[in-house]
């Protein structure tokens, strides 16, 4: 057998574990008190390898983060997400699985995603990709709500893209931000985000539990 394979595999394994060193420096340095001054030079340095480097694996910021914010996807489970859009034949219980797959997410790495779309809003390249995954996740909104609507006949032509822009915003990033504050666990958002969220499609769902 030629060694030229194993030869191949030892690089991709050796390429893989550098990218992965680079995401890790990366998130420690957007946790740093001066996180929106970090460059690919301090990234390079705090992971111990030349800024071409990062540059090879990455090409710019703006794709090192988006490649930061896919490798805490992949560590927050969003990988789920499909499987709940394989077996949701029923589009109630598809949008409560939808919310909690998301909340997993936000609560996986909030500290970094804050910092991630703090950045977002002050890097024009940096919210481009933040605005793109935001209207993926809209999308598939549309798609549960309008499941929803056929199995239920809920919503008028008037009502349905209010309702969509309404559970847009209930599964944002920055809702969950907001309602887990300092003391509640991501449990306990999933229930009142449900809650908020039943009483946008229409079902009588008190707010309080009884």
């Known amino acids: 057998m030629s060694p030229r394979p194993y030869q191949m595999r030892q690089r991709q394994v050796a390429a893989d574990r550098t990218r992965i060193r680079i995401l890790m420096a990366t998130r420690k ?14 990234v390079a340095r705090a992971a111990g390898v030349t800024r071409l ?18 490798f805490i996807a992949q560590r927050g489970s969003m990988q789920n997400l499909a499987e709940v859009f394989r077996r949701g034949s029923d589009p109630l219980q598809t949008l409560h699985e939808f919310i909690r ?20 809003a002050i890097d024009a390249e940096i919210g481009k990709g ?4 935001n209207e993926r996740r809209r999308n598939d909104l549309r798609v549960i709500l309008e ?13 349905e893209p209010i309702a969509i822009d309404t559970l847009h915003m209930l599964t944002s990033f920055e809702t969950y931000d907001a309602l887990a504050g300092s003391t509640r666990s991501a449990e306990e958002v999933v229930e009142i985000i449900i809650k908020l969220v039943d009483q946008v499609i229409g079902l009588p769902s008190p707010f309080i539990r009884r």
């Open 53 to 70: 480097t990062v540059y090879h694996q990455f090409e710019s910021r703006a794709g090192l983060l988006e490649a930061l914010y896919n």
């Open 101 to 120: 797959v998301f909340a997993g997410f936000w609560s996986s790495d909030r500290a970094v995603i804050r910092r991630l779309h703090a950045l977002g």
């Open 130 to 133: 933040l605005l793109e995954r």
């Open 29 to 42: 340095l957007l946790l740093g008190r001066n996180f929106s001054e970090f460059t690919m030079e301090a």
């Open 147 to 159: 499941r929803y609507g056929r199995v239920y006949r809920m919503f008028t032509p008037v009502q």
